[in-house]
């Protein structure tokens, strides 16, 4: 693997970058002198998240703004030929984007809205820009997932939740964190070689916005879950890291908790489903 001099200088494109662990993320790489790309649902949100980032890297840093819906695929095809419109070099992809629904959803594409934002899209979009990453390796590609993955299993008989999802949100978005491990192993197998690196991470219990869209009874939880929390920026060191350390240049392929590659557990290291959920993954891809 090439040598990896940091952050400094390469370009950096984030998803889920405008509020929590990403936008914590964000203002810590700009500070460290990367270019970010950062992608948002709204032009109002990112306005407001690159006003946070440029406070912190910096008046001139480099942010510039991609808008779209991670829920459609079609808005993920657009995403990324703007990007590679707009990108000539990439250097690290992160998928850090992600959602949890109480009630089963299902997206434009008929995808369980879970399934589609934190898996889908994250694969789509990697497929769609590994090539660009290759062509300016050495690059990295850092995926968020999750300890809500411990005792899941990926549902082949029903991807879409049809039968399962009643009561489940947690149950569900816990398979989709398992997804993106899986999806991260698979996806370093596939790199070997290329000097194009895919590792994930667990960021912790994190106090932000996230699940405060569930309705009251989720809001009082995650309001009484606040002291035991960490802050973004607590959450979002792990990330960073990855991203910057020159430490990580020869790891592919790991999960990574508090800077410290996890010990798998059976499911992690599955790559037969591995291979089988990359297959019908792209199946599922319209």
Not at 90 to 104: F, I, T
Not at 236 to 258: H, K, Q
Request: include cysteine; glycine fraction near 10%.
């Amino acid at each position: 693997m090439a040598e990896w001099s940091g952050v400094g200088g390469k370009r950096v494109l984030i998803t889920g970058a405008t509020n929590g662990i990403g936008l914590a993320a964000a203002e810590e790489l700009a500070r460290l002198g990367a270019e970010l790309g950062i992608v948002a649902r709204s032009e109002a949100r990112a306005a407001q998240a690159v006003v946070r980032i440029k406070a912190t890297g910096g008046g001139d840093a480099r942010v510039d703004v991609f808008i779209a819906d991670l829920a459609s695929q079609g808005s993920v095809r657009r995403l990324a030929a703007e990007v590679l419109d707009r990108c000539p070099r990439l250097d690290v992809l992160v998928n850090n984007a992600g959602a949890m629904y109480a009630k089963r959803r299902l997206t434009k594409d008929g995808i369980e809205q879970t399934w589609a934002v934190n898996h889908l899209a994250a694969f789509l979009l990697t497929n769609l820009l590994v090539d660009r990453l290759k062509e300016s390796a050495p690059a990295r590609i850092v995926t968020t997932s999750s300890d809500a993955h411990r005792g899941a299993h990926i549902p082949f008989d029903d991807l879409n939740a049809e039968r399962s999802y009643r009561g489940r949100g947690f149950a569900r978005y816990g398979e989709t964190k398992l997804a993106n491990i899986l999806f991260t192993a698979e996806l370093a197998r596939r790199l070997e070689g290329t000097r194009v690196t895919a590792n994930c991470f667990h960021p912790g219990l994190v106090a932000t916005g996230f699940n405060r869209n569930n309705g009251i009874l989720m809001n009082i939880a995650m309001t009484l879950a606040k002291p035991f929390s960490r802050t973004p920026e607590k959450g979002a060191e792990t990330l960073v890291w990855l991203v910057d350390s020159p430490d990580v240049v020869n790891e592919n392929g790991g999960y990574f908790v508090d800077k410290r590659r996890s010990t798998p557990t059976p499911a992690r290291q599955d790559m037969a489903a591995a291979r089988r959920l990359w297959e019908v993954s792209e199946g599922q891809l319209r």
